[in-house]
């Protein structure tokens, strides 16, 4: 059991680039969550999955898309990476019956675009 | 948007020390969590709060639900090198499928063997 793993760990782009971040839990988990870091701003979401085949946009979306593959992965994706968009990327997920019933992170893909 | 405000930013204290940090809301929440974030780590859940009142530990933490549902705060007694790390709170007013989380700006917490 993984839990929510991410990859890659590290990518460094160039501004225009595109890349796609992928994220998947072995947890049977039903929603799925992006957030970025940024140092001082605490966690922020980006995008949302509440189940398969639905998603949501949530505090800062522009410049991103998602997909929800299944119910095991959810992917961000930059399609023109911007400098401002270097930042470290979380994927969680929540578990609907658990003890706590709360998101589980990821470990991050630390994101650079020069 | 709603906005949770973190205090201290900041904390550098001796081993063994007690630690007490807070977070305070504009608007209600009717769930608060607490999370710890290790250096290249992402963010670990340490104890959730469901009622307002509610005063929960975990080992050496202790977490309160404020009365107001606008605050919490978290404790940490006779702290060890390991409690190093970012502490964030998370509030949560919505049930439903979305479960989405404000989180705080974090308190970086520094320990001194």
């Known amino acids: 059991n993984a839990g929510v793993t991410q990859t890659p760990k590290f990518q460094v782009l160039k501004t225009g680039q595109s890349m796609t971040l992928q994220c998947a839990q072995d947890m049977n988990h039903n929603s799925m969550y992006w957030y970025r870091q940024d140092p001082g701003m605490g966690l922020r979401l980006i995008y949302y999955s509440a189940s398969e085949g639905t998603t949501d946009k949530g505090e800062v979306p522009n410049g991103y898309n998602v997909s929800r593959l299944n119910k095991r992965e959810f992917s961000l994706r930059l399609e023109s990476a911007a400098p401002s968009q270097t930042s470290v990327y979380f994927c969680a997920s929540r578990d609907p019956g658990g003890f706590f019933n709360e998101q589980y992170f990821g470990p991050g893909t630390r994101l650079t675009v020069t | 948007g709603q906005q949770l405000n973190q205090s201290p930013q900041s904390m550098f204290i001796q081993e063994g020390e007690d630690v007490s940090m807070n977070c305070t809301s504009s608007?209600?929440?009717?769930?608060w969590l607490w999370y710890k974030q290790d250096p290249g780590e992402g963010p670990v859940l340490l104890i959730a709060l469901y009622k307002a009142g509610e005063l929960t530990s975990n080992g050496r933490l202790t977490a309160q639900f404020g009365i107001t549902r606008k605050d919490s705060f978290l404790n940490i007694s006779a702290s060890i090198p390991s409690d190093v790390g970012i502490y964030f709170c998370?509030?949560?007013?919505?049930?439903?499928?979305?479960?989405?989380?404000?989180f705080g700006k974090g308190t970086l917490l520094t320990v001194n063997p």
């Open positions: 998370a509030g949560r007013n919505s049930g439903g499928s979305n479960y989405k989380l404000t």
């Open positions: 608007s209600i929440f009717n769930t």
